[in-house]
């Protein structure tokens, strides 16, 4: 049996910018990605913290050290800059091989979107 189990978590960062005329996709700090264990065009899970609203769109990488959490296209309307955000992904595996998984999860500072040292 194969099963989905949460594979990355980039917990609680901050929406610095959007783009209603980009293509799509979020834009992530490509530091943030890497500690997350994101790669570029992966399907990535959004949650709004402040309106609540679910979405999914897929990851492209960012400048590196520039906290940049940027929503593309048609996601620009589903977040506002400044809110926080929740952005996971998700693996399907073997149901025994998911009882010892451990996703890769980071808690940036929300203030700058910057890795906790």
């Not at 005329?21 to 890497?34: A, F, K, Q, R, V």
């Not at 593309?72 to 073997?94: C, E, H, L």
Request: with cysteine; glycine share 6%.
């Amino acid at each position: 049996m194969l099963i989905e189990v949460l594979k990355s978590k980039i917990h609680r960062v901050t929406v610095t910018e959007s783009d209603l005329n980009y293509i799509g996709s979020i834009t992530i700090d490509e530091e943030l990605m890497e500690a997350a264990n994101i790669i570029p065009n992966e399907k990535v899970f959004i949650v709004d913290n402040n309106n609540g609203s679910r979405f999914e769109t897929y990851a492209i990488k960012g400048e590196r050290g520039s906290g940049v959490i940027c929503l593309n296209g048609a996601a620009a309307r589903m977040v506002q800059k400044g809110d926080v955000v929740i952005i996971m992904s998700y693996a399907t595996m073997d149901f025994e091989e998911a009882k010892n998984f451990k996703p890769s999860v980071v808690f940036p500072d929300t203030a700058t979107n910057k890795l906790l040292k």
